[in-house]
């Protein structure tokens, strides 16, 4: 049977609706879950974590918007990227997690050891929380580092937090960094700059809405034309830049991409100029739930993309760090009607209460 790609947008979900996913879940049926602006009881939440943390052919989980807003759903979110051995992509974009809530996921993410990609933008986070990003940011023996890392709209955090950030980007392996509408200034981007210098591998840098003037504009443009970056992509929309300056700047990634053998790219793959303002997105009033199929090409290990709803519109599937420490046995799957043999399941509590937002630090039974 096809892996499936499941997509709800601004739905109350209910019980009747949680059932039908978890089953699909724990077959391993379901490649990409992308919830976005969606009500949930916590039971409900609760059953779809532990399928979530079973299932191993997840690769993507979605959570924008809402989703995740209190201590008692990080927790059990944070367990259920822990245990799972498939996740890639993490998007929880516009939950109310704040600092102490970043701190639990980057721990469990860590002993997970397989995330790539990472969107924590308008979590509402602020300076206590960098210096937990910066040991997603920094490979070693154990953990490889992420490749792709949003931070947008958490504008709590200050020119010290940035400055913390910024000397773990240069020793970071990062291809894509997205800072955009958050308060940055000329001297707080000028210091990312200096970690994107020291950076090899970084190829996309979004600073839209930071706040930034020509200054910064002409420290790129010096960046391109002295060093030697993989830059492909710069962006500096809703920024009092000169048109020239930004000309500039594109002609220079265009060499620099003809230098490492990539092919030309047209000029919005080099620089965005253009006004692109996730604040502004439209919310969504007519909604459906979307199964849609994805069949498996023999021998390509390369999945299709989907729309996401969070703040940067793509989701992609990113590579593993490492095998898999548990393969699906094909002709397992076909056998008994691809029936899922029900395993002795923890007890967990049916009368859950909401939870406040604040943080109590007392741990939660997954």
Not at 36 to 58: G, I, N, T
Not at 262 to 289: H, M, N, W, Y
């Amino acid at each position: 049977m096809a892996q499936q790609s499941i997509q709800i947008v601004g739905e109350t979900i209910t019980e009747n609706d949680i059932k039908p996913m978890c089953s699909l879940l724990d077959k391993n049926l379901v490649k990409i879950l992308s919830w976005r602006d969606c009500e949930v009881s916590d039971k409900d939440f609760k059953k779809l974590m532990r399928s979530v943390a079973k299932c191993q052919s997840l690769l993507q989980l979605a959570l924008n918007i809402g989703i995740i807003n209190s201590e008692f759903r990080v927790q059990l979110l944070a367990q259920a990227i822990n245990r799972n051995q498939s996740i890639t992509g993490l998007f929880i974009h516009g939950s109310i997690i704040g600092n102490e809530g970043i701190k639990i996921l980057c721990k469990n993410i860590l002993n997970a050891g397989r995330l790539a990609t990472l969107d924590v933008g308008d979590c509402q986070f602020g300076d206590a929380a960098i210096p937990h990003l910066c040991q997603l940011l920094t490979p070693n023996q154990e953990w490889p580092g992420l490749l792709d890392l949003s931070m947008s709209a958490n504008t709590d955090i200050t020119p010290t937090g940035w400055a913390e950030l910024s000397l773990a980007l240069a020793t970071s392996t990062l291809r894509s960094l997205y800072l955009d509408y958050n308060k940055l200034g000329d001297q707080t981007a000028a210091c990312i700059i200096v970690g994107v210098a020291g950076c090899g591998t970084l190829e996309v840098i979004d600073m839209e809405g930071t706040a930034v003037t020509q200054k910064t504009a002409k420290l790129i443009l010096n960046l391109v034309e002295n060093y030697a970056v993989r830059l492909k992509k710069v962006s500096l929309s809703g920024n009092k830049v000169l048109k020239a300056t930004v000309e500039a700047i594109k002609f220079c990634l265009r060499d620099l991409m003809e230098e490492t053998d990539e092919t030309e790219a047209c000029d919005s793959d080099l620089i965005s100029i253009t006004t692109r303002s996730s604040l502004g997105f439209p919310k969504q009033t007519q909604v459906k739930v979307v199964m849609s199929s994805c069949e498996m090409e023999t021998g390509n290990d390369t999945d299709q993309t989907i729309q996401d709803y969070s703040l940067h519109s793509e989701v992609v599937e990113q590579p593993d760090h490492q095998a898999s420490s548990a393969s699906v046995n094909e002709n397992e799957q076909t056998s008994a009607d691809n029936e899922v043999v029900e395993e002795e399941e923890e007890e967990f509590d049916d009368d859950v209460k909401e939870v406040p937002v604040y943080y109590t630090g007392i741990p939660v039974t997954f």
